[in-house]
């Protein structure tokens, strides 16, 4: 199970920390992956990250601005975001999964329900 939060209105240029808690089996050889889905569009990979090690992956968009991390001891993903853009807005979720660096959704299986992150001009 996965359950994002830290969603929110920011105003451009802002930040925000979304948080994805995972919880169930034991996913030492996952990779975990943020998505967003921006109104009237499809969904888009974010980033990704692989669970046993420190590779990580961005989309374009956001290289730069975004940042994608990983706490062990509570299960826990992190998505830093910065800089942010009224583009940005989107409902953002999480996914596990286990091939890196996993671009496309067919490349997870679980997904959490997602947060919405709105950012005014």
């Known amino acids: 199970q996965l359950v994002e939060s830290g969603g929110g209105l920011v105003q451009t240029g802002g930040s925000l920390r979304l948080s994805c808690a995972a919880s169930g089996r034991p996913f030492s050889s996952s990779v975990m992956g943020w998505f967003r889905h921006p109104p009237g569009k499809e969904r888009e990979f974010v980033a990704s990250?692989?669970?046993?090690?420190?590779?990580?992956y961005y989309a374009d968009s956001v290289k730069g601005r975004f940042s994608i991390s990983k706490d062990k001891s509570v299960n826990t993903v992190f998505l830093q975001m910065t800089n942010l853009k009224p583009e940005d807005t989107a409902v953002y979720f999480c996914a596990k999964g286990s091939t890196f660096p996993g671009t496309v959704p067919q490349a997870y299986t679980i997904w959490g329900r997602g947060t919405q992150v709105t950012v005014s001009s």
């Open positions: 990250i692989r669970w046993s090690r420190d590779s990580t």
